[in-house]
């Protein structure tokens, strides 16, 4: 019998990557079956030696992509630009690709940024559930709303492609603004 640790594997999404002043921290969403016991059970800071690969639809491997110094520095927010300092942050580049997008990146981008408002989510919860504002709908049941009200139950990313998915949210949004007076009722 070998002495050798034994090593887990489970397939994850990518949530999330933020920096901090300790490094980066990577946030992956792990279906609650494929939760590795060591991962559920070791104490917080336990470290880890990791090995990814990003998968395609085919469940195999992909070729990661190469990235060269310059773009990775463009993910840091170190290129130039704009600012003082001659360099644009992620939120000028937001912005330059909201701007240069078409109407239907454009609003697919919104329908990425609604749930997050508090506002919308109250929203949602009294036009999902007949009326009833005592319950602030979440995060998720918000995205769901967009998802089943302009998608057909399908990804928010339909919204930028399909014409259909475009103008029904389109209509939902304006139902929204409408609703909570940010923009006049038509006449």
Partial sequence: MSDAPSAVSFEAKLHALRRTQDGTVVSLIIHPSDVPDCIALDPLGQRYMIAIAAINDGETPR???????????AHNGEVAGSNPAGRTTAAERGTQAYRNGTPGEQARTRAALLPKDERFRAWTAQTRWNGRDDDAASEHTAIKHIRDTCCNGGSRSLIATDPECLKRFLAMETDYLIDTDQIARPR
């Avoid at 070729?63 to 520095?73: G, L």
Wanted: aromatic fraction near 0%.
């Fill in 63 to 73: 070729d990661a992509p190469v990235v060269q110094p310059a773009e990775r520095a």
